[in-house]
């Protein structure tokens, strides 16, 4: 079982930054794929981004494309969601997930472990 402590979250004006980190603990960081997953007010939730057991591969969903970046230290069994741009679409709960593989993809049963969220809220 892997602990998963999300922190960075808050407010920010459009075109903004933010950047979430992801603490986890528990399996062996490096044994295992990192996701953020994203659920804004009366959705459901999306994936957002992965990231591989090594930081050697990663796949973003279409609407962050270009504008985020999933990264990690496996010496410090981190996971970091960079956030640049932000639009007021981009509000929402924003969770990081441990992939049950070493590969990750996007869908949400293929992770194991969630953590609380952080909440993110972008302003016009």
């Known amino acids: 079982q892997v602990q998963l402590v999300e922190s960075g979250g808050g407010l920010v004006q459009a075109g903004g930054s933010l950047r979430l980190s992801c603490a986890a603990s528990?399996?062996?960081?490096?044994?295992?794929?990192m996701g953020w997953f994203r659920q804004a007010p009366g959705k459901e939730r999306e994936f957002v981004a992965v990231?591989?057991?090594?930081?050697?591969?990663?796949a973003y969903a279409d609407p962050v494309k270009g504008r985020f970046t999933i990264s990690r230290d496996n010496a410090k069994s981190t996971v970091h969601l960079q956030m640049n741009s932000l639009k007021p679409e981009d509000t929402a709960v924003y969770y990081c997930?441990?992939?049950?593989?070493?590969?990750?993809?996007?869908?949400?049963?293929?992770?194991?472990?969630w953590g609380q969220g952080t909440q993110v809220t972008v302003s016009s």
């Open positions: 990231i591989n057991w090594s930081g050697s591969s990663a």
């Open positions: 997930a441990a992939s049950k593989g070493s590969s990750g993809s996007s869908r949400s049963g293929d992770f194991g472990s």
């Open positions: 528990g399996r062996t960081f490096s044994s295992y794929a």
